[in-house]
């Protein structure tokens, strides 16, 4: 026995040595896997992207749960014998990265204008760098068996490729073009962002009940009054018998010092009986009131800017801002008697993740993707849409899931990604921020470019405008396999991916995109199976949060405790889709555990010295039981890995390996260790070290330091233990 097991288990002294190890070993790469007969060019293929964190900063333990997640689940397909490959990656996350670098500069005195482009451009790509480093360092402190050969970002020059290509040839079949809608405006942050963006916040807020004049046959309710000035027509529902009789007729007269013409039309989307049944109607500031103006030919009128000003009225609220244009309006209202009713109401109002800004929603001229526009598939990847059958993006997201070409885990998800794809509308894609990949389109006076590459011949000035960060991020699992090269290696190998793990809350944001992503440019979806991890809370259940302080830094934990101690704290408890608590005192009693296993090393090791377990003696009945009872436990950790139910099968190894193993089985041992009788001793000794060595191939996937480190001391360690063969292919053949 190893000298090493007479002192306690340190991970600090063993964790980085080991990692070291594993990656100058390269079997981490599946070719090198291949290369070194680990696996084979016929084995099947296991392949998962790495959701690619941004490069804003470090990781929390959000992002730990996912890796450890991910993890477990490679290194036991990579001990299957598959050929396993986790392609590893980051997001250079456009609005939060370049939002975080001009808070940087903003102390300095600086901001991006004073700077320039180009200037700004480099900054913020220094800053992206260093904060890469520091998150692939976190990554491997967690042990990831990742392919850092592959490692992608999602702005370098691959990828860049990558998306002009992508975006080249949905222009060219209509699904890309350049239209005026109504946007998610940051005034804050001066461009567009998605829905998916939106932080809502509950805030209170006045609800007024009022008349636009005095002989105006209808009362309105809004909690936004300022932006009145800009309806064009009253909703009402058409079965609204209150109403009925004005439906079809226009009303003119003054409000607050604007002229206004209000139409009265009928719509089913108002609901009659909320307020008084009745809708003003600001097409230019509401994405519903646009809608409804769509239906029914009316005119879009924009009163507020892109600074959240006002643009339209007299000097009472002319470029005020909207706040102050509010108390402005109600007080004109007030002094001409129409306001019938003030109450106070809770509101989600829309705010801009990044910089806290208040969104307006204004008509914007950007870029698009029609989600309903026909295009001919590009492959039979998809059941039920045929290889050049007319399709929609919005129809190859429902097929996909509906025809069970992607199954999502937990199941009661899929519910809710219907409801997200029912209700796409056009995707802007364009964003007003100098740090990303910018809109490969180049115009010289009237002429419109759209290609690969610039245009030949002088007086083309590109599109200034860069791509929201999701297109980009939307050809993950394939651009990073080599595509547009469709002859790639990778790409043909590996795609489409098995498995996509991410947490449940940007199921629409990411896994979506992904779905119209890979369904258009390939024919094919991106995954087979998404599974969707829950959110890290604190002990109390509430989300972690730097400004409420209760934040855990799974650096800290892996300092203290070790990284084998921190994954299991935050696998064991956690099922697929449900919400987790984590304290300091559950990792620090997984720690524990993690001593617990360098003991019954110790034990075994010293007690079973020179057996060899590749030839199995005659048991007693009892020991026969026992090993029954292992295989059982070992097929149900089988099972239940296969199947992502990681916390079940994690639970059952420790309950085995602590209560089962070293509090019943090893006790009762020792008197058969002892005996003089080798007909007694030996079985029990084969038995006990047989079972151990099979019980670290188990347990390796979950804490894969320590079990790495012991296997690395015994003879029959040969490879290292993350590439010897999982124990449930010897036992079943």
Known sequence: MDDKFLTPYKPEDTEDRIYADWTESDFF?????????????????????????????????????????????????????????????????????????????????????????????????????????????????????????????????????????????????????????????????????????????????????????????????????????????????????????????????????????????????????????????????????????????????????????????????????????????????????????????????????????????????????????????????????????????????????????????????????????????????????????????????????????????DGWEQDPDTLDTWFSSGLWTFSTLGWPDKNAKDLHDYHPTDLLETGYDILFFWVARMVLMSGYHLGTVPFRTVYLHGLVRDAKGKKMSKSIGNTIDPLDMIAKYGADATRLSLIIGAGPGSDMSLSEEKVRGYKKYTNKIWNIARFVLSSTNDVDTTKKPVLSSREEEILAEFNDVARYVDQHISEFKLHLAGEKLYDYTWHIFADVILEESKEALLSEDASVRAPRQWLLRYIWLELLKLQHPFIPFVTEEIWGSIPEGGQQLMVTKWPVDAMTK
Not at 323 to 331: C, G, H, K, L
Request: hydrophobic letters at 35%.
């Open 29 to 457: 790469n599946p070719d090198t896997c291949i290369e070194k007969g680990i696996t084979s060019e016929e084995a099947e293929t296991f392949s998962i992207v790495l959701p690619p964190p941004n490069v804003t900063g470090v990781l929390h333990m959000g992002h730990a749960a996912m890796i450890a997640v991910e993890d477990i689940i490679v290194r036991y397909e990579r001990m299957k014998g598959k050929r396993t490959l986790w392609v590893p990656g980051t997001d250079h996350a456009a609005i939060a990265t370049q939002s975080k670098v001009e808070k940087i500069i903003e102390k300095e005195g600086l901001n991006k204008q004073k700077m320039g482009r180009d200037a700004f451009i480099a900054r913020v790509e220094k800053f992206a760098s260093e904060s890469h480093d520091t998150i692939v360092n976190q990554i491997k402190k967690l042990g990831a068996s990742i392919d850092w050969s592959r490692e992608a970002f999602t702005l370098d020059t691959e990828r860049s490729l990558a998306v002009r290509t992508a975006f080249k040839s949905m222009y060219d079949d209509g699904l890309i073009y350049r239209g005026a809608r109504i946007v998610n405006w940051d005034p804050k942050g001066q461009t567009t962002i998605s829905d998916d963006e939106i932080v809502h916040e509950e805030r209170k807020s006045t609800m007024y009940t009022f008349r636009y004049w005095k002989d105006f046959p209808i009362a309105i309710s809004t909690t936004r009054p300022e932006t009145k000035v800009g309806d064009v027509a009253v909703a009402v529902h058409p079965d609204d018998t209150r109403y009925g009789t004005f439906v079809g007729q226009t009303f003119s007269g003054e409000f607050c010092g604007v002229h206004l013409d209000i139409k009265i039309v009928a719509d089913e989307s108002v609901e009659k009986d909320f307020g008084t049944g009745a809708l003003g109607v600001t097409p230019a500031h509401s994405q519903i009131d646009s809608e409804i103006a769509m239906r029914h030919k009316l005119p879009h009128k924009q009163v507020i800017n892109e600074y959240a000003k006002m643009i339209v009225g007299d000097e009472r609220i002319l470029g005020k801002k909207v706040t102050d244009a509010r108390t402005s309006i109600v007080e004109i209202l007030r002094t001409e008697g129409l306001i019938e009713k003030e109450e106070e109401v809770s509101q989600n109002i829309a705010t801009a993740e990044r910089t806290g800004g208040i969104i307006e929603p204004l008509p914007k001229l950007q870029w698009w993707i029609d989600v309903e526009k026909e295009f001919a598939m590009k492959g039979d990847g998809i059941p039920g849409i045929a290889k050049g059958q007319q399709t929609t993006l919005k129809e190859i997201m429902k097929k996909a899931v509906a025809n069970s070409a992607i199954i999502i885990l937990p199941e009661r998800f899929e519910k809710t990604y219907f409801q997200w794809v029912d209700n796409l509308r056009p995707w802007c894609i364009s964003r007003q921020i100098w740090y990303g990949h910018r809109i490969p389109v180049w115009y010289k006076g009237d002429e419109t470019y759209a290609g690969i590459d610039a245009p030949a011949g």
